[in-house]
């Protein structure tokens, strides 16, 4: 399953399917970029990050894509499972600050 | 265990009076931020610190106030100049290096209810 852009926030895929949630990210001058993972009534938790000198990055089960071109992030599950039901939300770092700001978010639904 | 602690989970408060929100980490962190997050929305920044004794307005900071008298404690008071602080309130810490990328850990959050 697959969404397109932050016009789409919820992804519904069945189990052991792979999951793509995509992000548009807006400052080109971003250099670190992040994934979270947000259960209800929970932090967020890191998933995977990746530098803007880097155009994809592996972690367990994940894999986070970046095309710079079109200010574009992916986030990849592969088999995905009943756990990976969350809201899961990019975001990018910029400036000396370091700040971090986060997309809108997408929900994912893993069916049985 | 290390980590970031926030208290309560859940807080209900009435109309016009004040508020304090907790946050704590042990990691030694130097930074440190408060985010708010409504329903279904994203995060979106309150107030930062990078440093005891400084911290920095971020995108929504009207109606709140923090302090940083201590590395490990960045509290939020949420004041009755807040239109709307019915919300749920999220605390984040990160060490700083030069160049940093290093990742914001997250608090459990507190639901703010405001009756």
């Known amino acids: 399953g697959e969404n397109v852009g932050l016009h789409l926030p919820t992804l519904s895929v069945q189990e052991g399917d792979n999951s793509i949630i995509n992000c548009a990210y807006s400052n080109s001058a971003s250099d670190y970029f992040i994934w979270y993972k947000q259960e209800s009534g929970k932090g967020p938790q890191f998933i995977i990050d990746?530098?803007?000198?880097?155009d994809k990055r592996q972690g367990q089960r994940v894999t986070v894509l970046l095309n710079k071109t079109v200010k574009h992030l992916s986030l990849q599950i592969a088999a995905t499972q009943p756990g990976d039901s969350a809201v899961y939300f990019c975001a990018e770092m910029s400036g000396s600050a370091r700040q971090l700001t986060f997309g809108s978010g997408t929900q994912l639904t893993v069916l049985p | 265990d290390g980590g970031i602690t926030q208290s309560p989970k859940y807080l209900f408060r009435k109309e016009g009076q004040n508020v304090t929100l907790s946050c704590e980490q042990n990691l030694n962190h130097d930074a440190m931020y408060w985010y708010r997050q409504d329903p279904g929305q994203g995060l979106r920044l309150i107030y930062y610190?990078?440093?005891?004794?400084?911290?920095q307005k971020g995108d929504i900071a009207e109606g709140y106030s923090v302090s940083r008298e201590k590395k490990e404690s960045f509290p939020l008071t949420v004041t009755s100049a807040q239109k709307n602080p019915t919300a749920f309130y999220l605390c984040?810490?990160?060490?700083?290096?030069?160049?940093?990328?290093?990742?914001?850990?997250f608090g459990p959050g507190t639901r703010l209810t405001v009756l």
């Open positions: 610190s990078q440093i005891v004794n400084d911290f």
């Open positions: 984040a810490s990160s060490l700083l290096a030069d160049p940093s990328y290093n990742e914001q850990f």
């Open positions: 990746i530098r803007s000198n880097m």
